[in-house]
């Protein structure tokens, strides 16, 4: 059993992408490792969201990973401002953080180049908050994409640069945690790859989506003007609308559209109809379980002081190793 950790951004709603991908590993890895996971809200201060927005966000991300089926009995939920540990851990952090190393970081160029007016010096040690979240629990496995990869390489130099620096074995190295060939592709609806990797209105379906909402998406969903020779291969532009068939609908229902598609004679409007009744269906039981727990006040304050209280004794037990090694407790 390893320890896995792992930041959620805390804002924006799940959509199927998210459901199919970074969700079932979660639930997956719960019964199998040490996990902790919890809402970056820190990390979104960033971008300075205003305060009554922001703390609808952070609960609203709250209440649709638990609609998921993160266990906060099997696994640590919180938010991350919940534990002042990993604030005073980034603070000690920030010393074997060289600035230099900071300013190569390709998401912080990347924030430079969109947002020149606004580069805070949270921006810049955003990579030390990350290593923090992480070392605070010794966490080795790290379930997160591509994208974090440098972020995490940066977590283990820091944790190696701690340890050598006080000579002591504190921090174990975390690493990514990919699933690979597991993880399912999700294509997005306006025909720009992933789901979730347009801003756009329509490339997504969210798990609070209204059904009308849901129809009304599928039925824009691009397509192309048809098969043209019997058996051909499926260009990007229609395998999108295929790929999500076979994420929510019956084996029959895939093999009557893939035997239309064969034979040329496939009406996209009546697929199209079809996979979002299909989708509705399957996101029924999460559009209910999401209201439900929208509406449990009591619920979500227990899982809110439950998470902060299991993280904070975790966390307090490695901040305390730090201190000690560092010489601040007397
Ligand atoms: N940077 C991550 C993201 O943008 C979120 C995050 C913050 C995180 N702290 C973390 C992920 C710690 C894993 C571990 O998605």
């Not at 019964?31 to 979104?44: G, K, M, S, T, V």
């Amino acid at each position: 059993m390893e320890t896995v950790v792992s930041g959620i951004r805390s804002t924006g709603n799940l959509h199927l992408g998210n459901y199919f991908g970074a969700i079932r590993n979660f639930i997956k890895m719960q019964h199998e490792h040490r996990c902790f996971f919890f809402i970056a809200d820190l990390h979104a201060l960033t971008t300075h969201p205003k305060a009554d927005q922001f703390r609808q966000s952070v609960r609203n991300v709250l209440v649709e990973y638990l609609a998921a089926g993160l266990d906060p009995e099997v696994s640590t939920l919180y938010i991350q401002s919940d534990v002042p540990e990993i604030s005073e851990l980034y603070l000690l952090m920030n010393m074997v953080a060289y600035v230099g190393e900071l300013e190569r970081c390709t998401s912080f160029k990347e924030k430079i180049r969109k947002h020149p007016d606004n580069i805070n010096a949270g921006l810049l040690t955003y990579p030390v908050l990350m290593a923090a979240d992480i070392i605070i629990h010794k966490a080795t496995k790290v379930p997160v994409g591509k994208d974090q990869e440098q972020h995490l390489e940066m977590a283990r130099n820091f944790a190696n640069r701690f340890n050598h620096l006080y000579e002591k074995d504190v921090f174990p190295e975390p690493y990514a945690y990919n699933f690979g060939n597991q993880l399912v592709k999700v294509p997005g609806l306006d025909g720009s790859g992933k789901m979730g990797k347009s801003e756009g209105e329509g490339n997504a379906i969210f798990l609070a989506d209204s059904p009308e909402v849901i129809r009304k998406k599928v039925m824009r969903a691009v397509t192309d003007s048809g098969p043209t020779e019997p058996g051909q291969t499926k260009p990007e532009s229609i395998s999108n609308l295929f790929q999500l068939m076979n994420l929510v609908s019956s084996a029959d229902t895939i093999a009557f559209f893939e035997e239309r598609w064969n034979a040329c004679d496939i009406r996209y409007g009546d697929m199209k109809k079809q996979l979002a009744e299909d989708m509705i269906l399957f996101t029924h039981p999460l559009r209910e379980r999401i209201a439900d727990i929208q509406k449990d006040d009591d619920l979500l304050n227990r899982v809110i002081r439950q998470g902060a209280e299991k993280a904070r004794e975790s966390a307090s037990k490695t901040l305390h190793e730090v201190r000690t090694v560092i010489g601040l407790n007397r």
